[in-house]
């Protein structure tokens, strides 16, 4: 069986979508990952078969547009530019999905791609399971749809849900019913999240427990599997990140170090940014490894206690650090979480806040939202995780539990279980 992923985002939205191709190429299936043109390199130094999609989530990141709601941190704003910048590509976006479903037996896409991969899917008589990494926006009455200004209320929450759907819906109708036209589909009455609510396309979360337990009242093809890692020896074969000559020497030459990084998300004030870590420099002892990723921070400083990346493989360089402050997307926080190292959550928008009042809440970490983030504030939070050993223990002690978890099993598992049983 030739079994499709798809998946339309950030580095943490591809990597663990190449930990499951990996598992899956080893069961012996035939895997192709489709993904935003510019993760090509990276896939391909997995040796995996890589599909390109249209655009470069780098490029969109980066305009000016987006980088203005990302500072303003509004969630529904972000959620409509995105749905605006993927209809400005969407005729190479809809010759990207049905050339890669054209190709494969079966389609495994996360919830960015899924409305749209649907559409490919029906007209293909392909069967589908969304993988989602993100926080779950399944109906329920243990808690409102996460990231949204509702209240925590039981005889509330599934409403909730609905009204965020009919949200979704406005932004996508135009553009789903044209791609249903552009391949030979009747135009939809209803929304494609029904349609696939009532298909009861399976949708899995690639999570753990330990953060968000599945709520009682979700129906059984509503999972949650676990967080989706490279195992040790894949991640050492590839050589796509590894750390230079001079990180290994500079970490090997002093205390273990505090982390700083955002990811794929672009600093919105990189001057703020550069206080931070500047104060903290010059009134602590601390080392600080910055990772610049997708930010572009002009006017560095220099200091015999900072070290600058712009890219570095978390999982490896997490356990060798003593705090790591970041962004709080999911990618990022599985590294910290499985690294039993306590973090700093300095949260900017979409799903990252929803992260950092989890991590606070369960005592393995700080949520410090950007908005509230000074230099002062930055320090005294690192020095506070210097010296609160429950926190430190806490930590310690989810990794040894997420190291017994096989999330990537478990995934897989269910991929066989429903592929070969439904698709055969």
Known sequence: MHIGLFTYGSRGDVQPYIALALRLTDEGYNVTLAAPENFKDFVESFKISFYPVAGNAEEIVHSPECEKIIKSGNNLAFIKFLFNSLSNRRSELFDSIIGFCSLVDAIVANNVGATTVS????????????????????????????????????????????????????????????????????????????????????????????????????????????????????????????????????????????????????????????????????????????????????????????????????????????????????GTLTAALTAGVPSIVVSLFVDQPIWGKLISKKGIGLHLPWRKMTPKSLSKAVKYLNNDAEIANNAVLVSKKLAAEDGVGATVRYIRQYFETVVN
């Open 119 to 330: 559409v490919a899917a029906e007209r293909l008589n392909l069967k589908m399971i969304i993988l989602q990494l993100n926080p779950p926006v399944i109906e329920t009455n243990a808690f409102p749809v996460p990231g949204m200004p509702f209240p925590n209320l039981a005889w509330l929450n599934k409403l909730s849900y609905k009204l965020f759907y009919r949200i979704m819906w406005h932004f996508a109708k135009s553009d789903i019913n044209e791609f249903r036209r552009r391949i030979g589909l009747p135009l939809s009455k209803h929304s494609v999240f029904k349609r696939i609510a009532d298909a009861r396309v399976p949708v899995l979360h690639a999570f753990s427990e330990e953060l968000i337990k599945r709520p009682l009242d979700w129906e059984e093809h509503h999972l949650v599997t676990g967080f989706l890692m490279l195992d040790s020896l894949k991640r050492s074969e590839n050589t796509f990140d590894n750390a230079s000559d001079q990180l290994n020497k500079w970490l090997a030459q002093g205390a273990k170090p505090v982390y700083i990084g955002f990811g794929s998300i672009p600093v919105p004030d990189p001057l703020k940014l550069m206080q931070a870590i500047t104060y903290l420099l010059n009134s602590t002892q601390e080392r600080v490894l910055l990772c610049t990723g997708w930010s572009k921070i002009p006017d560095l400083p220099k200091h015999p206690n900072l070290f600058i990346v712009s890219g570095v493989n978390h999982q490896w360089l997490f356990p060798k650090c003593k705090i790591v402050v970041i962004h709080g997307g999911i």
